[in-house]
C-alpha cells in the first residue's frame, strides 16, 4: 500500500515512528535504513567500510552468511531508489584515493558532521594533550575503560 499523494498525511513523525517499528522487526528494513543513515553523513565508502559500519550497528552477519554480496546489491539498489525519490543520486566514485559511493554533487561529508568535528577540534585543549601524552599506558587502558563504561551505562539509561 502507498500513502495517497495529495490527500491529507500523518506527518512525518508518524511515518519515522512506523519506519522505527518496522526497523525493529525486519532485517532488511534495518540494514537499509542503516545504509541510507550512513550514506547521508559520510560518503566516499566502498562496500567493505558500509558493510563494518552497518555491522556495527546491526551486528555481524546481518547481511547473511551466504550471498551476502547479493544482499548489499539488492541493499543499495532500494536506497538508490530511495535518495532519487528524494531527489539526490548516489553514485560510485572510481578516482583513485576516492572511491566510494557518493551523493552527486554534495559533499563527502554532510555539512552537520563537518560542523561537529570542527566544534571538536576547537574544543581540543593542549594542556590536556599534554597531560595524556605523560601518562602510562596502564593509566590510558583505564581512562578509556572508564569512558566506554560510562557512555555504554549512558546508552543503557536512554533505552529504559
Known amino acids: 500500500m502507498k500513502l495517497q499523494f495529495g490527500a491529507p498525511q500523518p506527518g512525518p513523525r508518524a511515518l519515522e515512528t512506523l519506519l522505527d517499528d518496522a526497523t525493529a ?8 535504513a542503516c545504509l541510507l543513515s550512513i550514506l547521508w553523513r ?3 565508502l566502498a562496500r567493505p567500510a ?3 559500519r552497518v555491522e556495527a550497528e ?5 547481511f547473511g552468511e551466504k550471498a551476502w554480496e547479493d544482499t548489499f546489491q539488492r541493499d543499495m539498489k532500494a536506497v538508490k531508489r530511495a535518495l532519487r525519490a528524494a531527489g539526490h543520486e548516489l ?10 559511493y557518493v551523493l552527486r554533487g554534495e559533499p563527502r561529508l554532510h555539512p552537520q ?4 568535528i570542527h566544534g571538536a577540534l ?39
Not at 581540543?124 to 560510562?150: E, H, K, N
Open 25 to 32: 522487526r525486519d532485517i532488511v528494513t534495518a540494514r537499509r
Open 42 to 44: 559520510q560518503r566516499g
Open 50 to 52: 558500509l558493510m563494518r
Open 58 to 62: 546491526l551486528g555481524r552477519g546481518c
Open 91 to 100: 553514485t560510485y566514485s572510481r578516482t583513485k584515493g576516492s572511491e566510494g
Open 113 to 116: 558532521v563537518q560542523a561537529a
Open 122 to 160: 576547537a574544543e581540543i585543549d593542549p594542556r590536556q594533550i599534554r597531560v595524556y601524552a605523560r601518562l602510562t599506558p596502564a593509566q590510558r587502558f583505564q581512562q578509556g575503560a572508564a569512558i566506554s563504561t560510562l557512555a555504554r551505562e549512558a546508552k543503557q539509561a536512554q533505552g529504559t
